[in-house]
C-alpha cells in the first residue's frame, strides 16, 4: 500500500515538474504569517519590570513583532514584501520614522543569476543591500508533516545572524577575549599586556519545511535552496509559515529588482545601525536623570 501511494506521489510530482516547466508565465503567491518573541527583561536597564508593564510593552511592540508577508515567485525571481494591505498601524497613526526603519523592506531574489537585493530604508535615507545569494548546507531530513494541502519535508541548517538586537546589550555579552598583545613601552621599556575585545558571530539553527509539490527552489525572506517551495521556517526567535498559496493568480505581478538607493553589504548595513543605536543611547543618556514629559522631545 504504501509503495503504490508513493508511484502516485511521484508521478502527480513529475506531471506537476513537467507542467511547471513549459509554462513560461508560471507565478505564485505564498501568504507567510511572521511571528518574532522577544525577552522583554533586556530592556529592564537595571529596573524590575511587573508582569503589567512586560505585557504593556508587548502590546505596544506587536505590531512590530507580528507581521503578514507575501512571497511572489515564479522559476527563476521572487519579492518577499510586507503585506501593505494589513500593516495599517495602530491607532490609525501611522508607522513610525523609528518602527518602518528597523522593519525589513521588500527582498528580492535572483536563483539564476545568484543575486539578493533589499530595498531599505532608515531613517528617512535609502539603501540598497547588495549581496552574492549563498546557499544554507542544508541537511535532507525524512520527517513529514502536511502544511495546508502540502506534503512537506523536513530540512535544517546553521545560519549567521545578521538580525539587530533593539535592546540594550548585556555587559561583555557576545564578546571574547583575543590573543594577548605585548605593547612595549617606550619610556620604560617594559612590556603591558594589552587584551581587545570582538563580537562573536552568533549562529542560529534554522529549520525549514518544503513541499515538492510546488518545485521551486524559493522561500520567504533569504531562504532558499531546497528542492521545493518553503512553507515553514524557525530561525532563532523568528518563525514564518505560510497560510495561503494562490498559483497562476488571474493578475499577475511584475517582480521587479529594487534598483534606488546608497549601495551597501549587509554587514555594512547593521554597521550603520548599530552606530546609530549607539548615537540614540548615549544621547539619552545625557539628557537623563530628568523626570517628567518635558525633556522628550525635538
Same mark, same amino acid.
Given at each position: 500500500?504504501?509503495?503504490?501511494?508513493?508511484?502516485?506521489?511521484? @508521478?502527480?510530482?513529475?506531471?506537476?515538474?513537467?507542467?511547471?516547466?513549459?509554462?513560461?508565465? $508560471?507565478? =505564485?503567491?505564498?501568504?507567510?504569517?511572521?511571528?518574532?518573541?522577544?525577552?522583554?527583561?533586556?530592556?529592564?536597564?537595571?529596573?524590575?519590570?511587573?508582569?503589567?508593564?512586560?505585557?504593556?510593552?508587548?502590546?505596544?511592540?506587536?505590531?512590530?513583532?507580528?507581521?503578514?508577508?507575501?512571497?511572489?515567485?515564479?522559476?527563476?525571481?521572487?519579492?518577499?514584501?510586507?503585506?501593505?494591505?494589513?500593516? @495599517?498601524?495602530?491607532?490609525?497613526?501611522? @508607522?513610525?520614522?523609528?518602527?518602518?526603519?528597523? @522593519?525589513?523592506?521588500?527582498?528580492?531574489?535572483?536563483?539564476?543569476?545568484?543575486?539578493?537585493?533589499?530595498?531599505?530604508?532608515?531613517?528617512?535615507?535609502?539603501?540598497?543591500?547588495?549581496?552574492?545569494?549563498?546557499?544554507?548546507?542544508?541537511?535532507? =531530513?525524512?520527517?513529514?508533516?502536511?502544511?495546508?494541502?502540502?506534503?512537506? $519535508?523536513k530540512a535544517t541548517a546553521k545560519k549567521?545572524?545578521?538580525?539587530?538586537?533593539?535592546?540594550?546589550?548585556?555587559?561583555?555579552?557576545?564578546?571574547?577575549?583575543?590573543?594577548?598583545?605585548?605593547?612595549?613601552?617606550?619610556?620604560?621599556?617594559?612590556?603591558?599586556?594589552?587584551?581587545?575585545?570582538?563580537?562573536?558571530?552568533?549562529?542560529?539553527?534554522?529549520?525549514?519545511?518544503?513541499?515538492?509539490?510546488?518545485?521551486?527552489?524559493?522561500?520567504?525572506?533569504?531562504?532558499?535552496?531546497?528542492?521545493?517551495?518553503?512553507?515553514?521556517?524557525?530561525?532563532?526567535?523568528?518563525?514564518?509559515?505560510?497560510?495561503?498559496?494562490?498559483?497562476?493568480?488571474?493578475?499577475?505581478?511584475?517582480?521587479?529588482?529594487?534598483?534606488?538607493?546608497?549601495?551597501?553589504?549587509?554587514?555594512?548595513?547593521?554597521?550603520?545601525?548599530?552606530?546609530?543605536?549607539?548615537?540614540?543611547?548615549?544621547?539619552?543618556?545625557?539628557?537623563?536623570?530628568?523626570?517628567?514629559?518635558?525633556?522628550?522631545?525635538?
Amino acid at each position: 500500500m504504501k509503495t503504490s501511494t508513493i508511484k502516485i506521489f511521484t @508521478s502527480c510530482l513529475i506531471l506537476l515538474v513537467t507542467a511547471l516547466s513549459h509554462s513560461q508565465d $508560471f507565478q =505564485g503567491k505564498a501568504y507567510y504569517f511572521s511571528k518574532t518573541t522577544m525577552d522583554m527583561s533586556r530592556f529592564n536597564r537595571g529596573r524590575q519590570m511587573s508582569e503589567q508593564q512586560k505585557k504593556q510593552m508587548e502590546a505596544r511592540m506587536k505590531s512590530w513583532l507580528e507581521k503578514t508577508y507575501i512571497l511572489t515567485f515564479n522559476k527563476e525571481e521572487s519579492i518577499f514584501k510586507e503585506d501593505e494591505k494589513l500593516s @495599517s498601524p495602530v491607532n490609525g497613526r501611522g @508607522s513610525s520614522v523609528w518602527g518602518s526603519s528597523f @522593519s525589513p523592506g521588500p527582498q528580492y531574489k535572483n536563483i539564476k543569476d545568484r543575486l539578493f537585493l533589499q530595498d531599505q530604508e532608515f531613517f528617512g535615507k535609502q539603501f540598497l543591500i547588495k549581496e552574492d545569494l549563498q546557499p544554507l548546507e542544508w541537511k535532507m =531530513g525524512t520527517e513529514t508533516k502536511n502544511i495546508g494541502q502540502y506534503l512537506c $519535508f523536513k530540512a535544517t541548517a546553521k545560519k549567521l545572524s545578521t538580525e539587530i538586537d533593539m535592546s540594550r546589550p548585556k555587559r561583555g555579552e557576545n564578546k571574547q577575549k583575543l590573543d594577548t598583545l605585548k605593547v612595549k613601552d617606550s619610556a620604560s621599556v617594559k612590556e603591558t599586556e594589552v587584551r581587545e575585545e570582538k563580537e562573536v558571530p552568533k549562529m542560529i539553527d534554522v529549520i525549514a519545511w518544503y513541499t515538492p509539490q510546488i518545485p521551486v527552489s524559493q522561500g520567504p525572506s533569504d531562504y532558499w535552496g531546497l528542492p521545493g517551495l518553503i512553507l515553514e521556517v524557525s530561525a532563532g526567535n523568528k518563525v514564518m509559515l505560510c497560510s495561503k498559496i494562490v498559483i497562476n493568480p488571474e493578475e499577475k505581478t511584475k517582480i521587479e529588482a529594487p534598483k534606488k538607493g546608497q549601495e551597501v553589504t549587509k554587514k555594512e548595513y547593521n554597521t550603520i545601525i548599530t552606530n546609530k543605536m549607539k548615537e540614540f543611547r548615549e544621547s539619552r543618556g545625557r539628557n537623563g536623570g530628568r523626570s517628567g514629559g518635558g525633556g522628550r522631545g525635538r
